[in-house]
């Protein structure tokens, strides 16, 4: 093989490889974006059960006087 051979080779070899890198690079900030909408999908989903709780009427005689209520137990 002589060196032109050698240097095409080479060349083809970093090409690539930093095509590879680019499109890990990509797929990962790709990832990082769906992670993050679903993180924030998840932390709207608990704040909206907590005022969905928060908003709850609780009577004197509602359910969490209860003896019978199994949250009520010790």
Do not use: C, W
């Amino acid at each position: 093989m002589n060196l032109l051979g050698f240097l095409k080779l080479l060349f083809t070899f970093a090409n690539k490889l930093a095509t590879y890198l680019h499109e890990r690079q990509l797929l990962d900030a790709g990832q990082a974006k769906q992670l993050s909408a679903d993180l924030m999908e998840t932390l709207n989903a608990i704040q909206r059960s907590k005022d969905a709780k928060s908003a709850v009427m609780h009577d004197p005689d509602s359910v969490r006087s209860d003896p019978d209520n199994r949250d009520n137990r010790p």
